[in-house]
């Protein structure tokens, strides 16, 4: 069984920046596919990146294309999310995802094997 712990929210003015770490254990994370997804209050739980474990392919949702990036170090078992940019829409609980599958299109399409319990970034002046 794989556990995800997520870090790095917080509060950050329009304009700032952010990093998220997922930090996973119990499994082989070098073989797991890893992502992130947020929920904003009233919303639906919405896909926001993606990166390979085969490839290290990143895919994002086009709403933070060119403002995040998302990266793993295998050797620490740890995924981040580097924020800039940020809007008051990026307002949510962030979650780290992880996949067995290797496809980009399993995890985008909520094809999710374990999740983390979520940390709140909330873009605000």
């Known amino acids: 069984q794989v556990q995800l712990v997520e870090s790095g929210g917080g509060l950050v003015s329009p304009g700032g920046s952010l990093r998220l770490s997922c930090a996973a254990s119990?499994?082989?994370?070098?073989?797991?596919?890893m992502g992130w997804f947020r929920q904003a209050p009233g919303k639906e739980r919405e896909f926001v990146a993606v990166?390979?474990?085969?490839?290290?392919?990143?895919y994002y949702v086009d709403s933070v294309k060119g403002r995040f990036t998302i990266s793993r170090d295998n050797a620490k078992n740890t995924m981040y999310l580097h924020m800039n940019s940020l809007k008051p829409e990026d307002t949510a609980v962030y979650y780290c995802?992880?996949?067995?599958?290797?496809?980009?299109?399993?995890?985008?399409?909520?094809?999710?094997?374990?999740w983390g319990r979520g940390t709140q970034v909330t873009v605000s002046s």
């Open positions: 995802a992880a996949s067995r599958n290797p496809s980009p299109t399993v995890m985008s399409s909520g094809g999710v094997d374990y």
């Open positions: 990166i390979t474990w085969m490839s290290g392919s990143q």
């Open positions: 119990g499994g082989t994370f070098s073989r797991l596919s």
